[in-house]
């Protein structure tokens, strides 16, 4: 396994990390999720990204148990948890107000069983709530010791701008990391989030980097029962006919190449310096420990350019 500084910051985190969106707390018991995490530690996964509003904080605490019974030393871990979405009808139990910041931490932390958390991010941008009031919350929380760093998820080149400005008007931490969804089929912050995150050291942790399944290859011949598709609403604009026949012909790529549709796309992400992590789900150990594999494969210049003709679709 590789691991990547987080930006200009010292602290790296493994190339692949390992998500629990939809899965942990949720759709994943918890003996298998024992058994997934404990399978990304032993294959070099350091890097564990959660966020309070995954299975409204079940998440948190199961892999907060999981840690515990495991065995795993804390400081051996990159955990990083979020804030933003509701976590109850309460009027203020949301967004980026300096109330809900504070009070979403704590409830984090103690969810976990940590006393830190290495990355804090902010889930969305919040249009309610001024930039400065977040950024000097974040900074806060910093000088406490309840978090290392902070960082942006799904916030434009813009708004992160606006970030660092603020950050050093008042001489504070500015964000650190963006996660965004970065994929084969979606490439939208190739042309200026990968740009102004480089610009200023920031690091780059990506989500859905296999398209919520689609580029695994499991659809290339119809919706699966049991599988992603048959449940949930994401993949509706992606699962197209067009799609799929770029991800056949991928697949046949990484056939030549005796690698999985899996580990392509992830290698294919992690072609660009510019990304810290690729963070990937699990239901299944086994299918965890081959799809990890991904993070020692380096795909040559020629191959690149096979995989462009087939994508099509680099942003101009």
């Known amino acids: 396994m590789e691991y990547r500084k987080l930006g200009k910051a010292g602290v790296k985190l493994s190339v692949l990390g390992l998500g629990a969106w939809l899965t942990f707390g949720e759709k994943v018991d918890y003996d298998v ?7 990304a530690i032993e294959s070099g996964v350091n890097f564990i990204d959660l966020a309070d509003v995954y299975a409204r904080g079940e998440a948190e605490r199961v892999v907060g148990k999981v840690i515990k019974d495991l065995g795993i030393r804390r400081q051996d871990l990159v955990i ?59 900074d806060d929380l ?36 963006e996660q965004p969804r970065y994929n084969m089929l979606d490439r939208h912050i190739e042309p200026e989030i990968i740009p102004t995150c480089a610009k200023h050291g920031i ?12 580029l695994t290859g499991k659809y290339n011949n119809g919706i699966p029962a049991g599988s992603r598709a048959s449940w949930s609403d994401w993949l509706k604009n992606e699962l197209t006919e067009e799609n799929i026949e770029k991800v056949r012909k991928l697949t046949n790529i990484a056939k030549e190449l005796g690698i999985t549709m899996s ?26 420990k081959e799809t990890l594999k991904a993070g020692d494969i380096k795909l040559t210049e020629d191959v690149l350019e096979e995989i462009e003709k087939i994508l099509a679709n680099a942003p101009k």
Not at 146 to 175: F, R
Not at 269 to 283: N, Y
Request: proline share 6%; hydrophobic share 40%; glycine share 6%.
């Open 142 to 177: 910093v000088h406490q010791g309840k978090i290392l760093y902070w960082g942006t998820s799904v916030w434009s080149a813009a708004q992160i701008e606006n970030a660092i400005g603020t950050a050093i008007k008042y001489n504070a931490y500015p964000p650190q990391v």
């Open 263 to 288: 580990q392509l796309a992830l290698a294919w992400i992690l072609r660009k310096p510019e990304i810290t992590s690729a963070i990937v789900g699990a239901s299944k150990p086994d299918q965890l």
């Open 203 to 214: 690091g780059i942790t990506v989500f859905s980097p296999l398209a919520q399944g689609i």
């Open 33 to 39: 999720t024992k058994e997934c995490i404990a399978t």
């Open 80 to 138: 990083s948890s979020k804030v933003y979405w509701p976590m109850s009808e309460n009027v203020n139990d949301r967004g980026l107000s300096r109330k809900h910041i504070m009070e979403s931490i704590d409830g984090s932390l103690k969810r976990l069983g940590v006393d830190y958390l290495d990355i804090y991010f902010c889930h969305r941008y919040d249009p309610e709530t001024p930039i400065d009031e977040v950024v000097r919350a974040m």
